[in-house]
């Protein structure tokens, strides 16, 4: 069996087609959106929250969140360790995640918290107020229901659009 001379060209061409579509599925990304909200009370203290979402067949796959607090000079002196009630108030709010879900580390003048959840988990955002009555007071709001938190969970469903849409609704910025 011999293949005619006219022949051999569109066959090769169908092979570097089908190779070149195999390739692209292979490579293909998912897309991600990353959203910010940075906020300073009127204590002065920073909170700074960045987290990027994994969509995937329009709902979530994934997500990265990294929650910074950075206290002031003012409560940073070594009889009231305000980094280390803000560490633990922020282990237990994340207690039910998984334990390798969550790092939290402190430096000199900042908690920083590290969330990954890629299962069917649920993560809540801009839910630390802080007050001061003569004593610097943390809350944590917890209620996944709240109006002034948002609430994002693995399998939501989501365009691109739609989560940033959603997100900038929220107080966020997103790219």
Known sequence: MTLKKGKVFPIILTIIL??????LF????????VCTKNKTTDLGIQINENIQVTLDSNSIEKMDLT????FPEQYLNENDNYLESMRYIIKNSYAYLPKKAVKITQDSDRIIANVVVDKDETIILNNIEFTNDNDL????NANTKAKDVVTLKVNDSYTEGEFMTHMKNNGYSCK
């Open 67 to 70: 929650k910074t607090i950075i």
């Open 18 to 23: 089908i190779i070149i579509i195999i390739y």
């Open 137 to 140: 007071q943390i809350k944590i």
């Open 26 to 33: 292979a490579t293909i990304k998912q897309p991600y959106v």
